[in-house]
């Protein structure tokens, strides 16, 4: 899942180790997730959207899979 959170967290001058310890998380998860190697729990989704004051649409970026008209 594509998403803004190293935008963000650079527009607040925070490192990754900042945002991981003020969410309660490794500073491998926030790389991961700012890489979209992972997904958040929805929990995480929300702090993550709490912190930064946004909906978690405007964090995190949903795109639907294709069908392929089947």
């Known amino acids: 899942m594509k998403n ?5 967290r650079k527009q ?3 490192t990754q ?3 991981a310890a ?3 998380v490794s500073r491998q998860t926030i790389g ?3 890489k ?3 997904n958040p729990s929805i929990t995480l989704a929300f702090k993550l959207a ?3 004051e946004r909906n978690i649409e405007d964090i995190f ?5 294709k069908s392929n008209g089947k």
């Open 61 to 65: 970026i949903f795109e639907e899979e």
């Open 4 to 8: 803004r959170l190293e935008e963000l």
């Open 17 to 19: 180790e900042e945002l």
């Open 32 to 34: 991961s997730l700012e």
């Open 36 to 38: 979209g190697r992972y």
């Open 50 to 52: 709490r912190f930064f």
């Open 12 to 14: 607040r001058g925070i």
């Open 22 to 24: 003020a969410l309660q």
